[in-house]
T-cell receptor, first 112, second 114 residues
């Protein structure tokens, strides 16, 4: 029972490079979320999705893009990496809007 | 807008002692409240949740939390901590009117002394 799987676990990027953080869940959850976690700041919502083909911005969406072509997958794309995007990124999913969210193990991203 | 405050950044407790982690929230309606635990290098794991009903909720690993509407609080407790409880603990309040994600507190880092 995999739950929420994030890849890669670690990545170092140069300023201006682009990359996609992958997230997949096998629980048939409609709701999926991307958060970033910075030291001492808790988690901030980047984007979320309530189903395939539907995405919306969270609190800190600038510099990121998402897509949701299937129920299972919710990739997060960084187009022009900036040092401010150095963070740990978590993907989560839930059965419904107010249901508990299940988290992946995170992707630790450094922009140098 | 909803918000969550965890007043204690760090707490140190001796192994075997009792624990209380504080959480205060601001929310316009009946809140959905959660406590999560994060071990180093790991994602967040749900400890317990409150949606409605009994204000004292039991969770995994021997944790419990009490919802007090009058104090806008949802404090986490454990009667006797173990060294394995050392972790980061996050309180969160459920989505606002739409489907957007949880609002998290900044976390409390729990240190267990031998």
């Amino acid at each position: 029972n995999a739950g929420v799987t994030q890849t890669p676990k670690f990545r170092i990027l140069k300023i201006g490079q682009s990359m996609t953080l992958q997230c997949a869940q096998d629980m048939n959850h409609n709701y999926m979320y991307w958060y970033r976690q910075d030291p001492g700041m808790g988690l901030k919502l980047i984007y979320y999705s309530v189903g395939a083909g539907i995405t919306d911005k969270g609190e800190v969406p600038n510099g990121y893009n998402v897509s949701r072509s299937t129920t299972e997958d919710f990739p997060l794309r960084l187009e022009l990496a900036a040092p401010s995007q150095t963070s740990v990124y978590f993907c989560a999913s839930s059965y419904g809007a107010n249901q508990p969210q299940h988290f992946g193990d995170g992707t630790r991203l450094s922009i140098l | 807008a909803q918000s969550v405050t965890q007043p204690d950044i760090h707490i140190t407790v001796s192994e075997g002692a009792s624990l209380e982690l504080r959480c205060n929230y601001s929310y316009g309606a009946t809140p959905y409240l959660f406590w999560y635990v994060q071990s180093p290098g790991q994602g967040l794991q749900l400890l317990l949740k409150y949606f409605s009903g009994d204000t004292l909720v039991q969770g995994i690993k021997g944790f419990e939390a009490e919802f007090k509407r009058s104090q806008s609080s949802f404090n986490l407790r454990k009667p006797s901590v173990h060294w394995s409880d050392a972790a980061e603990y996050f309180c969160a309040v459920g989505p606002g009117g739409g489907a957007d994600g949880l609002t998290f507190g900044k976390g409390t880092h729990l240190i267990i002394q031998p």
